[in-house]
């Protein structure tokens, strides 16, 4: 069980866990994770940590197969600039490490903020706290169990 999984047990989150051997060399987990799960690329979310101007870190939950736009996503959350996250900083806030990061029992509560394109799908994948686990619930379960708000944040 990870801290993701307990997360949606304890909301009682209706969810399937899908798990698949992850590839070390793999360059996208992301597609990876889409690939060997037979699922379209667009209902794959990955979990991404930026840093506002004020150090406040935000999460940003997008499909695997777009690029976070720093523009949008700051616009989202009402800041002038977001850029990456630095890795020890998004460890140590999620407490997951990268690849695995998921949106979900994150040991600090992060503002969130999941892609419109979630709402085009009666379910989604996002990491369920380790590299080839999932977990698949509906986009309004996720916005509800991360107090998440919807924004277009993709470029």
Same mark, same amino acid.
């Given at each position: +069980?990870?801290? %993701?999984?307990?997360? $949606?047990?304890?909301? &009682?989150?209706?969810?399937?866990?899908?798990?698949?051997?992850?590839?070390?060399?793999? =360059?996208?987990?992301?597609? *990876?994770?889409? *690939?060997?799960?037979?699922?379209?690329?667009?209902? $794959?979310?990955?979990? #991404?940590? $930026?840093?506002? *101007?004020? &150090? *406040? #870190?935000?999460?940003?939950?997008?499909?695997?197969?777009? &690029? #976070?736009?720093?523009?949008? /996503?700051?616009?989202?959350?009402?800041?002038? &600039?977001?850029? +990456?996250? =630095?890795?020890?900083?998004?460890?140590?806030?999620?407490?997951?490490?990268?690849?695995?990061?998921?949106?979900?029992?994150?040991?600090? !509560?992060?503002?969130? $903020?999941?892609?419109?394109? %979630?709402?085009?799908?009666?379910? /989604?994948?996002?990491?369920?706290? !380790? !590299?080839?686990? =999932? /977990?698949?619930?509906?986009?309004?379960?996720?916005?509800?169990?991360?107090?998440?708000?919807? %924004? =277009? /944040?993709?470029?």
């Amino acid at each position: +069980m990870t801290p %993701a999984i307990n997360a $949606v047990n304890k909301n &009682k989150i209706l969810h399937k866990i899908h798990e698949y051997s992850h590839d070390a060399s793999s =360059e996208s987990y992301g597609l *990876e994770a889409a *690939e060997k799960l037979g699922v379209i690329s667009q209902r $794959v979310f990955k979990t #991404l940590v $930026v840093s506002l *101007e004020s &150090k *406040e #870190l935000v999460v940003g939950i997008i499909p695997v197969s777009s &690029k #976070l736009s720093m523009k949008l /996503i700051a616009k989202a959350v009402g800041a002038k &600039k977001a850029v +990456m996250a =630095e890795k020890s900083d998004v460890e140590r806030s999620t407490g997951y490490v990268l690849g695995g990061v998921s949106p979900l029992g994150q040991k600090k !509560r992060l503002r969130t $903020v999941i892609d419109v394109s %979630a709402n085009n799908y009666p379910t /989604i994948y996002v990491s369920a706290g !380790r !590299r080839g686990l =999932e /977990i698949e619930l509906s986009p309004n379960d996720l916005l509800k169990v991360t107090s998440a708000s919807f %924004a =277009e /944040i993709c470029q």
